[in-house]
């Protein structure tokens, strides 16, 4: 309690009313007119941190922080990992293209299936047949195929 008093004003007591001797001065608090502070109070300025962190890392400090020399295993495994995973979709990248140009290799080669197919079966039917016969000299028999029917004996009495 008495530290309290010690920065209360020596001229009142705890049980007095305040007199006009015993009020400071409007001087004495700070004020030049009721309620109006005397000095603006001015604001803080804020440290820009990012900006210092960009300064440190452009500057190279940043690679010197006790930190980053600790954590340089974490860091070349994290660098390996981003390595991997790039090696991994340019690899993918580069199946899918072989996937999608067999895919077109494949319809080319279904459609030249198709096409080869009907041409072949227009080909084998009998007038078709017929007409490239005639072509080469050939004609077409009138009489219809028969059988010979021949025996094994007969076979062996020809035999000289």
Do not use: C, H
Not at 41 to 58: M, T, W
Not at 59 to 80: H, R
Not at 86 to 108: D, G, V, W
């Amino acid at each position: 309690m008495k530290e309290n008093l010690k920065y209360s004003d020596q001229n009142v007591g705890l049980n007095t009313p305040p007199t006009p001797e015993n009020i400071p001065a409007k001087e004495e608090l700070g004020f030049d007119e009721p309620g109006k502070p005397k000095d603006p109070v001015k604001p803080v300025k804020k440290s820009n941190k990012s900006r210092k962190a960009v300064q440190e890392f452009l500057g190279g400090d940043y690679l010197s922080k006790e930190w980053v020399t600790g954590n340089l295993s974490y860091i070349l495994y994290v660098a390996l990992l981003a390595m991997i995973y790039i090696a991994n979709t340019y690899y993918t990248e580069k199946k899918f293209k072989t996937i999608e140009r067999t895919k077109n290799e494949l319809k080319e080669l279904r459609y030249e299936y198709i096409t080869t197919k009907s041409i072949l079966m227009f080909q084998g039917r009998q007038s078709e047949i017929s007409k490239r016969a005639i072509k080469q000299g050939l004609k077409e028999a009138k009489m219809p195929p028969y059988k010979i029917l021949y025996s094994g004996e007969a076979l062996k009495s020809m035999k000289p």
